[in-house]
């Protein structure tokens, strides 16, 4: 409270008072915490070549791991690392500093890294869309920054300019990544920042190592004509899976502004279409523009409208598709069609994206979905709601009888079936003061006409918008509320919703509007006195974000809170900002604006101003551990130790931190494997063979002996388990069959205010408020307590599943979505805490519920205890000649007792899975790459016991069965399974394939849908089964025995005769050999004879035919004689 004189006039009292308001509600950080710096964080991109370097930044394009890492880590001897292993590193880093108001940057950083200060970054992946290819997940990385002096040249002894830098991780399946940059507490206090990184599969790299965009060219100039003066559009965009944004209405151009960073930065870009005009009798067209109207982005897809055309261009993601899957042009659909409109889904459902084009001309009613026609009538707007299939229809239809009119049509898409839910009046009701109106058709109308533009829908609260000059609201799109405070002589542009209980509203005279979800009051936020008073508080602080002409270009909420992009113009100079709409601190301004009183005390007038807020402090309490409920999987790294005085880092140890990250995420991403582990962990592979040497490795590191100046931690690389709650609800909760969460609310309310009269009466009541988007599947029950002696209200909530509005599905598949919203009874618009980040709106929490089975659960086939477990009860086991510690063998005539594990990967429980379940053969094959898959009905005959054609391949003793008796139902208490592999199944009479009994790998799939109701999850494990020793048919074995018995037997008989036979054999042989020798010597006799005789030939030299023949003759007739000699010598010769 402030006096004034009595003798001021009343324009100087006024004036006074409006400056003093200022004052007081200038940011209380200017004069509650004055002295504390205003600091940021700053985090760019960079390469492996430009880590180091000034001012270097890149975009996120590249998106393949890099092989340069392993040759870092094969100088890594006596290190815990496995060394044939291959180690990859990703292709960035993020480079992070920090910036205070009216310092150095370099200076604060050195200070900073001296102090202690190191930088701890989140990486946040978003799910992927298609859960038919990559597992739905919540991942995260907590990574601890790494110090690196910068490449410039230092004239400082020790460093000039430094950095800190991580890996900046990729994972498939997800193009949308969160980066929150925190403080370790050390240093100065700086508050935590998100940012978002993107890959960018829009850009691709030339040869000479520069960007170049696909989807057109790149505009360096900001031509004002492209913004002043050119009305607002909406952003369109798949929520949360987009990584690029792109906005249209650029008047005569076919150009688009583009951007991977949700307008941080961005890129005006001219498309390379053909401007076609192909306007005819049948889809009529008034004039030709270039400017592109309509555009919408999706996870990897970017759709346009230019005039009636659609085109759509797919950006090159290898991590979504693991292929160069990206368009090399923009493609042209609906050639035939002549589209008047697009209509954005903003969320994916059933593993795909989805949009929509509603049609005019000789088509017009129809809507390109699928194709829906409706006759006689024109289709405004379109809203998919994916957990129903369903669409719904803003209709005009013209009645020659009547006027036309308007009505909303529901279509399911599965049964075909259309319906009209609602009839739009033909005039605006009159609220006679009011601020809502339930529109039951018995109400007055103004003269006013309805005249719908639009529809919103919002799938976790199922709040249905209708604007136009109206604003109609409805929980069930049937019963219609009226927001009488929205003016009827404006008219919504479009509508933009957080999805987290707060909606913008944009008139076409660029108006902004706001409304809270769960309240009926629509509040002015621009023009308005508090936007003069908050425009008036940063013109005095001289802040760049706003100038004297400046024209919005979108609105759009990142993080549940609203942004402005706005084209300003200062000094002759335009420039595109992105900037916040503080809605919190606009309603305080205009609350306390319109809501103060002037009173006369004695000689004096009081300033007094009237709190509406029904209570001081408001606080949530008895959080639970919030990773069971939001599913978020997190992993810690930290940078490896380096053996540097300063602590600085080299490239060679952050080329070791990105293959650690690298390797830890590769785990992660491996252990979704059937076989569980004997420690439930990813990482408990990695260094199950190095613990027992962590000693050693700190020893070397200590003495300063490590390999490469690098020591790594084997304890700093982990999963998180045990993370504690912070104070606030979660961004969303996931509720399997029955479970509940439960937490308390601790509301002070406000001193009250004692009215006189006959009796005293408290002014100020405080109340709690659980409203509930589907009552029918969730339910919430509210416990109050009352502390008098702290004027205080404890409210223990408790939100719990009803068990029955979901059937069984697959791990994070096709989950409900509903939500909770918890309000204090009169708090809507007039309850602020201040932040460090400034004031935050109080009493209204909404939270997205999702129901069904959450992430993250998984069966595993426990084959520690199997082995176990079948050892005891068959009194000895089996393993295979060629043992596989990967998959253990099973004996075929042993009974086989299988179980199974359920195991958290979020909060790491691994227990024994004690519901029921059945048991599937699905495929099989006598080696592991002859397993084939089996048809429906040779699952049928070789698994179910009403077979009659003899294909079991197995039985058991349990009774138990499927309501159709088709299957046997087995539980953890099961009597074990048998082996028939009968005459008709592919496992009977199977080929050994060496001297070892005969093997088969059988594929198992274990479900338990429709036989375990104890969860919503539909647990499908699909394994395979190594089964040896499996007998023969007795026909093969019959043969096999014959065949043995006669080959036997002739061996037999074959040694009797040669034994009888041998004498006589060896005197044949003998002989044989005898003979043979001789044979051999006489032919050598002749050869050595004939030799000589040629030898002495040629040395007479004689020439003469008839000498030469006589001395041949001489020699035939000796040479006849000498064999007449050796004969008789022969047979005078004892044998011996």
């Given amino acids: 409270m402030s006096p004034a004189g009595p003798a001021w006039p009343r324009l100087r009292v006024l004036q006074t008072l409006w400056a003093l308001l200022v004052v007081l509600l200038a940011p209380w950080r200017l004069w509650a915490i004055k002295n504390t710096q205003e600091c940021t964080w700053q985090v760019v991109l960079n390469n492996f070549e430009t880590v180091g370097k000034k001012d270097a930044s890149d975009r996120f394009v590249d998106q393949e791991p890099l092989y340069t890492v392993d040759k870092v880590f094969s100088q890594l001897v006596d290190a815990p690392i496995d060394p044939d292993e291959t180690y990859l590193g990703f292709p960035y880093y993020l480079k992070i500093n920090y910036s205070c108001k009216g310092e150095s940057s370099e200076a604060l950083v050195r200070k900073g890294h001296l102090t202690g200060l190191k930088p701890v970054v989140l990486v946040t992946f978003q799910s992927p869309v298609n859960f038919h290819r990559w597992k739905i997940e919540q991942l995260q990385i907590q990574m601890e920054a790494a110090p690196f002096r910068s490449r410039e040249r230092c004239n400082a002894e020790e460093v000039c300019l430094m950095s800190w830098y991580t890996p900046m991780p990729i994972k498939n399946g997800s193009v949308v990544m969160r980066v929150d940059v925190s403080s370790?507490?050390?240093?100065?206090?700086?508050?935590?920042?998100?940012?978002?990184?993107?890959?960018?599969?829009?850009?691709?790299?030339?040869?000479?190592?520069?960007?170049?965009?696909?989807?057109?060219?790149?505009?360096?100039?900001?031509?004002?004509?492209?913004?002043?003066?050119?009305?607002?559009?909406?952003?369109?965009?798949?929520?949360?899976?987009?990584?690029v944004f792109i906005l249209g209405g650029i008047p005569e151009e076919k150009a688009i502004l583009l951007t991977d960073t949700n307008f941080k930065d961005f890129f005006l870009v001219e498309l390379s279409i053909d401007s076609c005009w192909v306007g005819s009798f049948y889809c009529p067209q008034t004039s030709f523009t270039a400017t592109i109207y309509d555009?919408?982005?999706?996870?990897?897809?970017?759709?346009?409208?230019?005039?009636?055309?659609?085109?759509?261009?797919?950006?090159?993601?290898?991590?979504?598709?693991?292929?160069?899957?990206?368009?090399?042009?923009?493609?042209?659909?609906?050639?035939?069609?002549?589209?008047?409109?697009?209509?954005?889904?903003?969320?994916?459902?059933?593993?795909?994206?989805?949009?929509?084009?509603?049609?005019?001309?000789?088509?017009?009613?129809?809507?390109?979905?699928?194709?829906?026609?409706?006759?006689?009538?024109?289709?405004?707007?379109?809203?998919?709601?994916?957990?129903?299939?369903?669409?719904?229809?803003?209709?005009?239809?013209?009645?020659?009888?009547?006027?036309?009119?308007?009505?909303?049509?529901?279509?399911?898409?599965?049964?075909?079936?259309?319906?009209?839910l609602y009839t739009i009046p033909e005039f605006i009701p009159d609220a006679r003061g009011l601020e809502f109106l339930m529109v039951l058709g018995t109400e007055s109308y103004t003269n006013f006409p309805m005249v719908p533009k639009g529809m919103s829908y919002n799938p976790y609260n199922n709040l249905l918008f209708i604007w136009g000059n109206f604003l109609l609201q409805s929980y069930?799109?049937?019963?219609?509320?009226?927001?009488?405070?929205?003016?009827?002589?404006?008219?919504?542009?479009?509508?933009?919703?957080?999805?987290?209980?707060?909606?913008?509203?944009?008139?076409?005279?660029?108006?902004?509007?706001?409304?809270?979800?769960?309240?009926?009051?629509?509040?002015?936020?621009?023009?308005?006195?508090?936007?003069?008073?908050?425009?008036?508080?940063?013109?005095?602080?001289?802040?760049?974000?706003?100038?004297?002409?400046?024209?919005?270009?979108?609105?759009?909420?990142?993080?549940?809170?609203?942004?402005?992009?706005?084209?300003?113009?200062?000094?002759?100079?335009g420039r595109l900002v992105k900037r916040l709409v503080p809605v919190e601190q606009l309603l305080m301004y205009q609350q306390i604006s319109n809501d103060y009183l002037l009173e006369r005390q004695g000689s004096h007038l009081t300033l007094s101003f009237t709190n509406f807020c029904p209570f001081t402090v408001m606080r949530l309490r008895d959080l639970p551990n919030p990773q069971i409920y939001t599913r978020q999987e997190r992993y810690r790294a930290q940078p490896p130790c380096v053996l540097e005085p300063g602590g600085f880092h080299s490239d060679n140890s952050l080329a070791v931190y990105q293959g650690l990250v690298y390797y830890l995420l590769w785990l992660h991403s491996k252990y979704d494997k059937p076989y569980a582990d004997p420690v439930h962990d990813p990482t408990w592979r990695w260094w199950k063979n190095k613990k027992q040497d962590q000693d050693y490795y700190f020893y070397l590191a200590s003495n300063w002996r490590s390999a490469g100046s690098v020591h790594v931690d084997m304890a700093s690389y982990e999963k998180i388990y045990d993370l504690k709650a912070e104070?606030?609800?979660?961004?969303?909760?996931?509720?399997?069959?029955?479970?509940?969460?439960?937490?308390?609310?601790?509301?002070?309310?406000?001193?009250p205010e004692l009215l006189h009269g006959p009796s005293f009466q408290l002014q100020s009541k405080v109340g709690l408020a659980v409203v509930l988007a589907d009552p029918e599947c969730i339910e919430a029950v509210v416990k109050e307590e009352v502390l008098v002696n702290r004027n205080s209200v404890l409210f223990w909530v408790t939100l719990s599943d009803k068990r029955f509005c979901f059937d069984q599905g697959i791990s994070g598949h096709h989950l409900m979505k509903t939500s909770m919203l918890l309000k204090v009874v009169g708090s809507s618009g007039h309850c602020f805490q201040n932040t460090n980040q400034g004031p935050r709106m109080q009493g209204n929490l909404m939270v997205p519920v999702l129901i069904g089975c959450p992430p993250g659960k998984r069966l595993a086939f426990d084959i520690t205890y199997t082995l176990e477990y079948n050892r005891l009860q068959n009194k000895h086991y089996f393993d295979c000649v060629h043992v596989d510690p990967e998959m253990p063998c099973f004996l075929f005539r042993d009974i086989f007792y299988p179980f199974f594990l359920i195991q958290d990967l979020v909060t790491g429980d691994s227990g024994s899975f004690q519901g029921s379940y059945v048991l599937k053969v699905v495929g099989g094959g006598p080696t592991l790459d002859t397993i084939k898959e089996y048809s429906e009905e040779d699952i049928y005959r070789f698994n179910s016991p009403l077979d009659k054609t003899g294909s079991l391949i197995w039985t058991t003793r349990n009774t138990t069965t499927t309501e159709d008796s088709a299957f046997n139902i087995l539980s953890h208490n099961s009597l074990?399974?048998?082996?028939?592999?009968?005459?008709?199944?592919?496992?009977?009479?199977?080929?050994?394939?060496?001297?070892?009994?005969?093997?088969?790998?059988?594929?198992?799939?274990?479900?338990?849908?429709?036989?375990?109701?104890?969860?919503?999850?539909?647990?499908?494990?699909?394994?395979?089964?190594?089964?040896?020793?499996?007998?023969?048919?007795?026909?093969?074995?019959?043969?096999?025995?014959?065949?043995?018995?006669?080959?036997?037997?002739?061996?037999?008989?074959?040694?009797?005769?040669?034994?009888?036979?041998?004498p006589y054999v060896v005197k044949v042989c003998n002989v044989l050999c005898w003979k043979i020798n001789n044979i051999i010597a006489w032919e050598s006799y002749i050869y050595s004879i004939a030799s000589d005789t040629g030898a002495?030939?040629?040395?007479?030299?004689?020439?003469?035919?008839?000498?030469?023949?006589?001395?041949?003759?001489?020699?035939?007739?000796?040479?006849?004689?000498?064999?007449?000699?050796?004969?008789?010598?022969?047979?005078?010769?004892?044998i011996s």
Wanted: charged fraction near 20%.
């Fill in 184 to 243: 370790n507490g050390l240093g100065p206090f700086i508050p935590n920042k998100r940012f978002q990184v993107n890959i960018n599969g829009f850009l691709e790299r030339q040869r000479d190592n520069t960007l170049r965009f696909t989807v057109g060219n790149e505009l360096f100039n900001l031509i004002p004509r492209y913004f002043v003066n050119v009305p607002s559009r909406p952003l369109w965009y798949t929520v949360d899976q987009a990584p």
């Fill in 295 to 420: 555009a919408i982005a999706t996870e990897s897809t970017l759709f346009i409208r230019q005039n009636q055309l659609i085109y759509y261009f797919t950006g090159t993601y290898t991590t979504l598709h693991e292929s160069n899957r990206g368009s090399g042009r923009w493609v042209r659909v609906l050639a035939n069609e002549c589209i008047k409109k697009l209509c954005p889904v903003h969320f994916h459902s059933n593993g795909s994206e989805y949009v929509m084009a509603l049609t005019t001309g000789k088509h017009e009613g129809y809507v390109h979905f699928g194709t829906i026609t409706v006759v006689n009538c024109s289709i405004t707007w379109a809203v998919f709601i994916a957990g129903d299939y369903n669409l719904l229809l803003l209709v005009e239809i013209e009645d020659p009888s009547t006027r036309k009119y308007f009505q909303v049509v529901s279509y399911d898409l599965v049964s075909d079936y259309l319906v009209v």
């Fill in 476 to 573: 069930n799109s049937k019963n219609f509320i009226y927001l009488a405070d929205f003016p009827k002589e404006l008219s919504i542009k479009y509508l933009v919703n957080s999805f987290y209980g707060d909606t913008a509203i944009v008139t076409e005279t660029e108006e902004i509007w706001y409304l809270l979800e769960g309240s009926y009051q629509v509040y002015k936020l621009f023009p308005s006195k508090g936007w003069e008073v908050h425009v008036s508080l940063q013109v005095m602080q001289q802040s760049s974000l706003y100038a004297p002409n400046e024209t919005m270009v979108t609105l759009f909420y990142e993080d549940h809170r609203l942004y402005q992009l706005v084209y300003l113009i200062d000094n002759q100079q």
């Fill in 727 to 751: 104070n606030e609800l979660p961004e969303r909760i996931f509720l399997d069959k029955g479970t509940s969460y439960r937490f308390s609310v601790f509301l002070t309310a406000r001193e």
């Fill in 976 to 1062: 074990g399974i048998e082996w028939l592999c009968m005459e008709n199944s592919p496992c009977h009479d199977t080929i050994p394939h060496s001297i070892f009994a005969s093997e088969f790998f059988f594929k198992v799939l274990v479900s338990n849908r429709g036989v375990d109701k104890s969860t919503y999850c539909d647990y499908q494990l699909t394994f395979q089964l190594h089964i040896h020793g499996l007998p023969l048919s007795a026909r093969r074995a019959f043969l096999i025995l014959m065949v043995s018995a006669s080959l036997f037997v002739g061996l037999v008989i074959l040694y009797v005769i040669s034994c009888l036979l041998s």
């Fill in 1096 to 1134: 002495f030939s040629n040395t007479s030299g004689i020439k003469s035919g008839e000498s030469s023949g006589g001395i041949s003759r001489v020699v035939s007739k000796v040479a006849g004689e000498n064999r007449t000699d050796t004969k008789e010598t022969l047979r005078k010769k004892p």
